[in-house]
């Protein structure tokens, strides 16, 4: 069984700039969380999608946006990029109802120059 | 918001000895779970609890629930390079919002 997948593996942009990011959940898996993860830092709740709407945001401006495809895959842009926005972006997805546990892609290295 | 504060915040530890780490939380939790995670890479799942006072292991790592609801252990035994990491804590307090824990450095030395 195939992992939860990311796109790109890395990503360069510059400061105004704007970034899609996508992620594949696991195949039966209907929800998807996106973190970003600043260099030695935690991990920072982003984004939550679960059956195509978007369930819940974490404390973050309205220029990271995402939408989650009828096929459950996910998308999340960062547009106006600013230099802090340099992260690794997770994305994690899971059986809502069943247990919730998630299971964690690759993740998205995003470096704003 | 919800904390998870984990301690301690980095480990330096020989090789072959054991290790342990703790997560507390500010509400009760229901599903403690624990996470590692490599440099670059996403966390991956070690042991997940359900109940309280649930003790689980995972070869040499072993988990309990504690019987509060607001806090969890993880201990690793006989320690060996690969271990090294950033083990991280996790649950959801109700509904299905999940938050992290700050995360424990574990250095093995060899």
């Known amino acids: 069984e195939a992992g939860v997948t990311q796109s790109p593996t890395h990503l360069i942009k510059t400061r105004g700039q704007q970034a899609t990011l996508r992620c594949s959940p696991i195949s039966g898996h209907t929800s998807v969380y996106w973190y970003q993860q600043a260099l030695g830092l935690g991990l920072q709740f982003l984004l939550w999608y679960d059956e195509g709407e978007e369930r819940n945001r974490g404390n973050f401006p309205p220029r990271f946006s995402g939408r989650q495809f009828p096929n459950y895959s996910s998308e999340l842009n960062v547009n106006a990029l600013e230099l802090e926005d340099s992260a690794l972006y997770l994305c994690?997805?899971?059986?809502?109802?069943?247990?919730?546990?998630?299971?964690f892609g690759p993740g998205t290295r995003l470096t704003v120059l | 918001g919800q904390q998870l504060n984990q301690s301690p915040q980095s480990m330096f530890i020989q090789e072959g000895e054991d290790v342990s780490m703790n997560c507390t939380s500010s509400?009760?939790?229901?599903?403690w779970l624990w996470y590692k995670q490599d440099p670059g890479e996403g966390p991956v799942l070690l042991i997940a609890l359900y109940k309280a006072g649930e003790l689980t292991s995972n070869g040499r790592l072993t988990a309990q629930f504690g019987i509060t609801r607001k806090d969890s252990f993880l201990n690793i035994s006989a320690s060996i390079p690969s271990d090294v990491g950033i083990y991280f804590c996790a649950g959801p307090p109700t509904g299905n919002q999940f938050y992290f824990g700050t995360g424990t450095s574990l250095t093995v030395i060899p």
């Open positions: 509400s009760i939790f229901n599903t």
């Open positions: 994690a997805s899971t059986i809502l109802r069943v247990r919730g546990e998630q299971f």
